[in-house]
C-alpha cells in the first residue's frame, strides 16, 4: 500500500510539474507575442511620423519650385528681350 501511495503521489507531482511547465511556456509566448506587437506599433508611428513630416513638407517645396519657375521665367524674357 505505500508503494502506491508513493507511486500516486510521484505521478500527481509529475503531473504538476508538467502543467507548470507548459503553462510557463504560453505565458512566455504570450509575452514574446505582446511585444513583438507593440514593435510592430511603434514602427507603424515611426513611419506615419516620418509620412506626415514629408506632407508637411510639400507646400514648402512647391513655394519654392514656384519660385525658380518665376526666376526662369524672367531669366528667359530676358535673354529674349536681349536678343531682340
Known amino acids: 500500500m505505500r508503494t502506491g501511495i508513493k507511486v500516486g503521489i510521484g505521478i500527481a507531482v509529475l503531473i504538476i510539474i508538467i502543467i507548470v511547465s507548459l503553462y510557463s511556456m504560453y ?8 511585444s513583438r506587437d507593440e514593435s510592430v506599433k511603434k514602427r507603424a508611428a515611426d513611419v506615419d511620423t ?6 508637411d513638407l510639400i507646400p514648402n517645396l512647391v513655394s519654392s519650385v514656384k519660385g525658380y519657375m518665376q526666376f526662369e521665367r524672367q531669366t528667359l524674357e530676358d535673354i529674349t528681350k536681349l536678343r531682340s
Open 27 to 34: 505565458i512566455s509566448g504570450y509575452n514574446g507575442v505582446q
Open 50 to 55: 516620418q509620412l506626415q513630416r514629408r506632407y
